[in-house]
């Protein structure tokens, strides 16, 4: 891990502006004044202004409602992960995890609220033929070509990043998957996990976890986190800790600061909207 040091981060807000309020945050971007966010128990997109003054808008995915009660809405939750915008379609694309078959639901929804359902059989037909514990938690864009993250939360520990075209993605085809697997090591005695990714200025960067758990599905506790880059080879050139009190699931990088949301994995605690200078931002690549 570079350095000695922890990224100091600051909240900046709860998302305490829906009833009663959101609490598993697991993807953001900004784009044009706007975050843009999905909770992975949720079916709606969540839309906030940048000053944070003002109620935030729900663009509901699905009209069904989930359940109240935890196991059985954990059980029924398409998981969203992942969240991109894709400027050639003017469209954000929400993506499921795929550790479950009904977490393999991707859509494309418009500055206007339209929504475009996609087929992914395919595509998580060949993932699952490659990872035995399939969690996709992260997709960022960059150069005609989509960059998703595997996180190895499982007892292999295989995390990871895939390469496909976004056309060949928007078609379902998956013959060119590019595999590269990524060795995060351990924080605080605990394997590192990707749980969100993103693009900035054509460099990648990347958050992960440490979560003391050997399972995809179930949670465990929170031992730390840590925010990094990978270089255009595929390898790790920056990793330094966060000095965050919940786990990190969703990253943006606006303006020279990055954005994290958290998931606290407890229905009663909401989720947060940190923000946070990043020294290296300003460096070039070691």
Request: include cysteine.
């Amino acid at each position: 891990m570079n350095g000695k040091f922890q990224i100091m981060i600051k909240l900046i807000n709860r998302y305490q502006f829906l009833s009663p309020f959101i609490t598993s945050a697991s993807g953001l971007i900004f784009h044009e004044n706007y975050f843009y966010l999905v909770a992975d128990d949720e079916q709606a997109l969540i839309k906030l202004h940048e000053n944070l003054d003002r109620p935030g808008e729900m663009i509901h995915i699905f009209e069904e409602k989930l359940p109240e009660d935890p196991k059985l809405r954990k059980a029924l939750k398409p998981d969203f992960e992942s969240l991109t915008y894709l400027p050639e379609k003017g469209s954000i694309l929400c993506l499921g995890s795929g550790s479950k078959p009904q977490r393999e639901k991707a859509v494309l929804i418009d500055l206007n609220n339209k929504k475009t359902f996609l087929k992914t059989s395919n595509f998580f037909q060949k993932l699952n033929s490659i990872f035995s514990e399939l969690n996709i938690e992260g997709c960022a864009l960059n150069g005609g070509k989509l960059t998703f993250f595997q996180r190895g939360n499982g007892p292999s520990n295989q995390n990871a990043i895939i390469k496909l075209d976004l056309e060949n993605f928007l078609a379902d085809r998956s013959e060119d998957l590019e595999i590269h697997f990524i060795n995060l090591g351990k924080l605080n005695n605990i394997p590192l996990s990707f749980t969100d990714a993103t693009f900035y200025k054509n460099r990648l960067f990347f958050l992960a976890a440490a979560e003391d758990s050997n399972s995809t599905y179930d949670d465990g506790v929170f031992s730390g986190a840590v925010i990094g880059e990978l270089s255009p080879e595929n390898e790790v050139t920056q990793m330094t800790e966060l000095k965050i009190p919940c786990k990190p699931e969703g990253l943006c990088l606006h303006q020279g600061k990055a954005y994290i949301v958290t998931d606290a994995d407890d229905p009663k605690v909401s989720s947060g909207l940190y923000e946070a200078d990043l020294p290296f931002l300003s460096q070039s690549l070691l």
